[in-house]
């Protein structure tokens, strides 16, 4: 059974930094794209950056020049380096990873929260 475990969430004041990591476990797959997604109250789940397996990354355009995508192969972990919070970056921030093997995996959220 394929499982996501994310961790490193919390409350940070504006213009602070956080780092997520998602790490994945009992498998011997190697992931494909890894990627963050985020959920604020009230609003649809959103895609906040991808990594594929070669390193390429792609961001929303809202966090841009603040956030950074990695991943480490070897452990199967990804993570998002997130620099100059904002208020508006407060959600609940999903890891997916996508295995050619069993599908698409969720982690189960780390809330993110941004106020002074």
């Known amino acids: 059974q394929v499982q996501l475990m994310e961790s490193g969430g919390g409350l940070v004041q504006p213009g602070g930094s956080l780092r997520l990591s998602c790490a994945a476990s009992?498998?011997?797959?190697?992931?494909?794209?890894m990627a963050w997604y985020r959920q604020a109250p009230g609003k649809q789940r959103e895609r906040v950056a991808y990594?594929?397996?070669?390193?390429?990354?792609n961001y929303a355009d809202s966090v841009k020049g603040r956030f950074t995508i990695s991943r480490d192969n070897a452990e199967n972990t990804v993570y998002l380096q997130m620099n100059n919070l904002k208020p508006e970056d407060t959600a609940v921030y999903y890891c997916?990873?996508?295995?050619?093997?069993?599908?698409?995996?969720w982690g189960q959220g780390t809330q993110v929260t941004v106020s002074s």
């Open positions: 997916n990873a996508y295995f050619s093997r069993v599908g698409p995996r």
């Open positions: 009992g498998n011997i797959y190697r992931a494909d794209t």
């Open positions: 990594i594929t397996s070669g390193g390429s990354a």
